[in-house]
T-cell receptor
């Protein structure tokens, strides 16, 4: 069974600090997706990582993919309150017909 | 705004009832996916349609069914509703390229079964 595991599941950060969210998956997929969800809202696509070694950055967020280790990281630099949300990683299922999501990491940034 | 629309936004109904959720994909997207999000199960894939045909099934109950129409909008039908069906139901759409499968999510329908 394909598994996607995120850790930590909850993260309380102070503004200005750095932290990393980890996403491990059990498939051989070389494609990984990061989404953001605000409470009660939809999922917003953040990053699409398509190959081993892929790195993408947007503002204070940077995502990377290591397909050999089956690991993706989402690094947060100098956190601000606006980054408070739940972050999901996802991979394609074996047939490429659906996304399998991790449980999500709920990030809370306080001053 | 992802370009995916869903109606209604909220739905409150009673056990045993039947409801229909509607989704319109982004312009040009042929694939539509339905997901259920609940606190205990997380985000679960239910079913996918591609250009009117069912393509894949996930953890979809027999009481649930879906279809995609010629204009590519999709409907998810939930029948004999139980308390445990209360959840947020998302529709997503994608181009479904062989190279990647980035999915764009609608605002969701929050279903409450009383």
């Amino acid at each position: 069974e394909l598994k996607v595991e995120q850790n930590p599941l909850f993260l309380s950060m102070q503004e200005g600090k750095n932290y990393t969210i980890y996403c491990n998956y059990s498939t051989t997929s070389d494609r990984l997706y990061w989404y953001r969800q605000d409470p009660g809202k939809s999922l917003e696509s953040l990053f699409v990582l398509l190959s081993n070694g892929a790195v993408k950055q947007e503002g204070r967020l940077m995502a990377s993919l290591d397909t050999k280790a089956r690991l993706s990281t989402l690094h947060i630099t100098a956190a601000v309150h606006d980054l408070s949300a739940t972050y999901f990683c996802a991979v394609d299922n074996q047939a490429g017909t659906a996304l399998i999501f991790g449980k999500g990491t709920t990030l809370s940034v306080s001053s | 705004d992802s370009g995916v629309t869903q109606t209604p936004k909220h739905l409150i109904t009673a056990t045993g009832q039947r409801v229909t959720l509607r989704c319109s994909p982004r312009s040009g997207d042929l694939s539509v996916y339905w997901y259920q999000q609940s606190l205990d199960q997380g985000l679960q894939f239910l079913i996918q349609y591609y250009n009117g045909e069912e393509r894949a099934k996930g953890n979809i109950l027999e009481r649930f069914s879906a279809q995609q129409f010629p204009d590519l909008h999709s409907e998810l039908n939930l029948s004999s509703l139980e308390l445990g069906d209360s959840a947020l139901y998302f529709c997503a759409s994608s181009v479904q390229s062989v190279h990647y499968n980035e999915q764009f999510f609608g605002p969701g329908t929050r279903l409450t079964v009383l």
